[in-house]
């Protein structure tokens, strides 16, 4: 009987490392996301008049600040629960911390305090370092890997 034989079946793990999203899928789920939330929020401001049409033009009946409420609640809490916003699934996008766990809710918000400070070409992933982290991840240790 040979050694094989005696220990049963052998199995072997295979390490993969992390494949980092790419700046095209990155930048496309940005847009993705953002083609959706203010469609949607849009459609939402019409139906319930919170814009309505004067003379030819949109007059805005609401802040502001509820377009960044409505966004602080949508892109943490998605990364945070699920690593990925729709674009990001969308695109097989996951947003992961450094040891490629679930990120926390306050690293979420990091990143998303981060896309506002360094604009879109920043939190597209302008900028990017070896491990394609865009601005907003390097402040949040974070990363942006195919799923």
Partial sequence: ???????GR????QYNEPKFASL???FLAYIFDHILFFGILFELAVRERWIVESQGA???KFSLGLVFLFQFIYYPV??????????????????VN???????????????????????????GFGLNENKQSWPD??????AIDN
Wanted: net charge positive.
């Fill in 1 to 7: 009987m040979n050694c094989l034989s005696q220990m």
């Fill in 10 to 13: 052998l199995e072997i793990t």
């Fill in 24 to 26: 095209g899928k990155r």
């Fill in 58 to 60: 949109w007059t805005i």
């Fill in 78 to 95: 998605s990364w945070w629960l699920f690593g990925q916003s729709l674009g990001q699934r969308l695109f097989k996008i996951r947003i």
């Fill in 98 to 124: 450094l040891d490629f766990k679930r990120i926390t809710f306050s690293q979420a918000a990091v990143r998303l305090f981060g896309s506002y400070l360094g604009g879109p070409f920043f939190s597209a």
């Fill in 138 to 143: 390097v402040i949040a240790n974070t990363l």
